[in-house]
């Protein structure tokens, strides 16, 4: 049994996909495997996976139709046998020490997983994003960056939760790591920034379109999971700020960047619909209303009135 395993989705990135494989062929922890999902790709990407595959048995290698970046996660888990599994997406790649790094960290803590910093990559320039760190459940759905690939998870924790990315749909990690934090009792970090996360203007998070509606069917389904496992009544003031904090900020300047001014403002109105429906006192959340910042005094003040200005500056910024 491996010590980790990583899982690379490939799909058309013959351009990355050579500088990833390299950076984890090259870990310092040998003890490792690679999981190079082809997820129907259409260029020469798949190539550059067999000409290292030839040379690094540590890799390998599953194809299926195309389903997108959240089914062929799904598709490699079935493949893990590594103690503890990490993702990387194929555009992006990692310090040569990361793994080690994030490995030794969770059997000195025996933790449920490790996160740590990253760069903002862009052309030859590193931006370092710093997390926050946090020390329990709520916590983590508060303060926790929701990427999957800055994070090292304990295989018997991820098969406990028998959680799953959902298929078809963008902002897949907020609901992969909000459905298994329940399942999440022991959280380590690593302070150095140890993985890439490339910017490219071609990427599925840089596209501001139709599907940057995903986000609501994404928390309906949060919703509906905390329900389920009637665990909502005690996370709700949490579940609440994220969903406010999501749609207010990130998303609500996504949508205010899509180009056909008909389905902007159907999804800026639908925006203020969805979050009043699901949480009509949202501005009285205990958290928004606790240790003020910029941001928190942002979301105090929108209103049905304000909203709508936010929106038209959202569109000039």
């Known amino acids: 049994m491996p010590k980790v395993s990583v899982i690379v989705p490939v799909y058309n990135v013959e351009k990355y996909i050579r500088k990833c494989l390299k950076t984890l062929v090259n870990q310092t922890l040998k003890d490792i495997e690679i999981i190079v999902v082809d997820d129907g790709t259409k260029d020469k990407a798949a ?3 067999f000409d290292y595959k030839k040379e690094y048995p540590q890799i390998k290698y599953y194809k299926k139709e195309n389903g997108g970046l959240a089914d062929a996660r799904n598709y490699g888990l079935q493949y893990a046998t590594g103690k503890y599994i990490a993702f990387l997406d194929a555009d992006d790649y990692v310090e040569l020490d990361t793994y080690e790094k994030l ?3 969770a059997k000195d803590e025996n933790s449920d997983m490790v996160e740590c910093n990253f760069f903002w990559t862009k052309n030859t320039k590193n931006k370092k994003d710093i997390g926050i760190q946090y020390s329990n459940k709520k916590e983590m759905l508060e303060k926790a960056r929701v990427m999957a690939w800055n994070k090292l998870y304990k295989k018997s924790v991820l098969d406990e939760a028998n959680v799953l990315f959902p298929k078809g749909l963008q902002y897949e990690d907020i609901e992969f790591f909000y459905k298994i934090i329940p399942y999440i009792n022991k959280v380590s970090f690593v302070k150095q ?5 490339v910017q490219r203007k071609e990427s599925i998070t840089k596209t501001n379109n139709k599907k940057t509606a995903d986000i609501f069917k994404i928390f309906e389904n949060i919703i509906e999971y905390y329900k389920e496992k009637r665990l ?3 996370y709700k003031e949490e579940i609440e700020y994220s969903c406010i904090r999501i749609l207010l900020c990130s998303s609500l300047r996504r949508i205010s960047k899509i ?8 999804l800026q109105n639908e925006t203020w619909i969805f979050l009043n429906t699901n949480f009509p006192n949202w501005r009285e959340n205990r958290i928004l209303n606790t240790k003020k910042n910029l941001k928190k005094m942002y ?4 209103n049905r009135f304000t909203y709508k200005i936010y929106c038209k500056i959202y569109k000039i910024i």
């Open 103 to 105: 490995y030794k960290k």
């Open 193 to 197: 920034p140890l993985i890439h996360y």
């Open 259 to 266: 180009k056909d001014k008909k389905t902007r403002i159907d």
């Open 299 to 302: 979301l105090l003040s929108v």
């Open 47 to 49: 190539d550059i996976v």
């Open 232 to 234: 909502y009544d005690e």
